[in-house]
């Protein structure tokens, strides 16, 4: 059990950069934790389970009494959760009523490329679109958003993400607390740069581009500092780094420790003990806080940003009445498949630079181009993709005047394994499975990934936003 420093080179680094953010913190309001609310379904002729999303623009009022220009799904700020299961046959359908175009991209799900979301499948404005896939995965904590080249920072960063929860019987069956909204609770936490009237908008400065957009506050599931009165001895918390580009490290105020069950793409084999977890922009992790009856006084989620900036996530608030008992937490969650045990087809590299020409952000020295695919891969193949961070902070000191940032690599349509962090076995809580992993500068990771039931072309990338939208991000087609 250990606890996660973001290097602290790195750390100085941004503060640095993020000293633009000098803004006093917004007013907090102490209201409860708003809970998104599940998308009902219809089932449709062909024994579709049907969901409807509507893509609008609004406004809210974060704090003291200036209202934001948001968007948002269904509503004015994020979005419903979808919550489908395994086997399932699933059509999404989206209108978009904003008067620009957008995409909306299930992240972290396996499905055809047509039904991905990536750039290539722009719904314009007023336009609709429908993404119709089967649910075949682990039961797992995805999650969508738009993602239209250029756009998908500001998009997203208005409001538009929501929560995708798949089920199966697996998590049906484990003593994991799953009663959503009482004992299983989903948090979205996202940075945001709030202005002194309390409102927050999206304006990067070039810095910004570089080294994210950072802020001066923290949303949980659109609200500041939240609490949840918790009625149960165990609560499973849902965490998902909604920001743009920071970095989040989660803890409780008494350093307690919980377990960790799940990272991106579902259940770890065995809850992991931790007393903190470090979250890129785009990753999930799933755990449980147990509150034994006889100490249940409040306790806070932190999260503690790469600028040092610690912001009160969740105040969790035991009732007074007596906890609903929990059982013992099972030792045993999920048998994961090694990936890399039948054997590799071939060998990927890709390096992550912000050293390209005239300071572009670049993966193997490309920028984004919508009409070149990068790289070709065989359907019913397992391939190795060795991903580096090159430049900076962590390892080479300055190089070519820019300092190191940090970055992750997410992969569409399916999930991998991570093999290696720096050539060492990886820590108990990557060993699941994963669609996204971070890197600090100098990083060098290596994932496994089975191409597996559909051709197409998909998108890999930084998911720090401003990083992606930037061009840091490439297309392979998978091909029979
Ligand atoms: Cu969540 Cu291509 O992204
Ligand atoms: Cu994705
Ligand atoms: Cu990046």
């Not at 948002?72 to 046959?89: A, F, H, K, Q, S």
């Not at 409001?159 to 994991?176: C, F, P, T």
């Not at 499975?433 to 051709?455: A, C, H, M, S």
């Not at 840091?472 to 087609?477: E, S, T």
Request: with cysteine; glycine share 10%.
């Amino acid at each position: 059990m250990t606890r996660t420093p973001i290097p602290t080179s790195v750390a100085a680094v941004l503060a640095v950069f993020t000293l633009v953010v000098l803004l006093p913190a917004p007013v907090a309001l102490a209201s409860p934790l708003p809970i998104p609310p599940l998308l009902e379904a219809s089932t449709n002729a062909r024994d579709e389970r049907v969901f409807d999303l509507r893509v609008q623009s609004g406004s809210r009022k974060f704090s003291g009494n200036t209202r934001t220009d948001t968007l948002g799904y269904n509503g004015d700020y994020l979005g419903p959760t979808i919550r489908v299961r395994r086997g399932e046959d699933v059509r999404i359908r989206v209108r978009n009523t904003l008067s620009e175009p957008t995409t909306v991209h299930w992240h972290g799900v396996h499905l055809p490329a047509a039904s991905d979301g990536g750039p290539h499948q722009r719904i314009s404005a007023g336009g609709s679109w429908e993404a119709p896939f089967t649910v075949d995965q682990p039961a797992a904590t995805l999650w969508y958003h738009p993602h239209l080249m250029g756009t998908t920072a500001e998009q997203v960063y208005r409001g538009l993400a929501g929560l995708l929860i798949v089920d199966d019987e697996v998590s049906e069956n484990r003593d994991v607390p799953r009663e959503y909204g009482r004992d299983d609770i989903p948090l979205v936490l996202q940075e945001r740069r709030f202005g002194r009237g309390g409102s927050f908008e999206y304006r990067p400065s070039m810095p910004d581009l570089m080294h994210g957009y950072g802020g001066n506050a923290l949303l949980t599931n659109g609200a500041l500092e939240p609490y949840l009165t918790v009625r149960d001895e165990r609560v499973r918390l849902r965490l998902l780094n909604g920001s743009n580009s920071t970095v989040l490290r989660l803890a409780f105020d008494d350093e307690r420790s919980f377990h960790q069950i799940a990272s991106d793409g579902g259940f770890l084999e065995a809850p992991v003990e931790r007393r903190d977890v470090v979250l890129s922009p785009g990753e999930r992790a799933e755990i449980v806080v147990d509150f034994p009856r006889r100490d249940a006084g409040p306790v806070t989620l932190f999260a503690e940003s790469t600028s040092g900036r610690r912001y009160r996530a969740l105040e969790l608030r035991p009732a007074t009445t007596v906890l609903r008992e929990a059982p013992p937490l099972p030792t045993r969650l999920a048998s994961i498949p090694d990936l890399a045990s039948s054997g590799v087809d071939r060998r990927r590299r890709f390096v992550m630079s912000t050293m390209g020409r005239g300071g572009r952000l670049t993966i193997n020295g490309r920028t984004m181009d919508m009409d070149r695919i990068d790289e070709v891969v065989q359907l019913d193949t397992t391939e190795i993709w060795e991903i580096s961070s090159e430049g900076g902070g962590m390892r080479g000191g300055m190089r070519g005047g820019m300092m190191g940032v940090p970055h992750n690599f997410h992969v569409h349509g399916l999930q991998f394994q991570v093999l290696s962090v720096n050539g060492r076995r990886p820590p108990p809580e990557l060993r699941g499975w994963k669609d996204t992993v971070p890197l600090w500068p100098g990083d060098r990771v290596q994932i496994v990934l089975r191409f597996e039931n559909y051709t197409g072309v998909f998108m890999y990338h930084c998911h720090f936003l401003e990083h992606e939208d930037e061009g840091m991000m490439g297309q392979f087609a998978v091909r029979r």
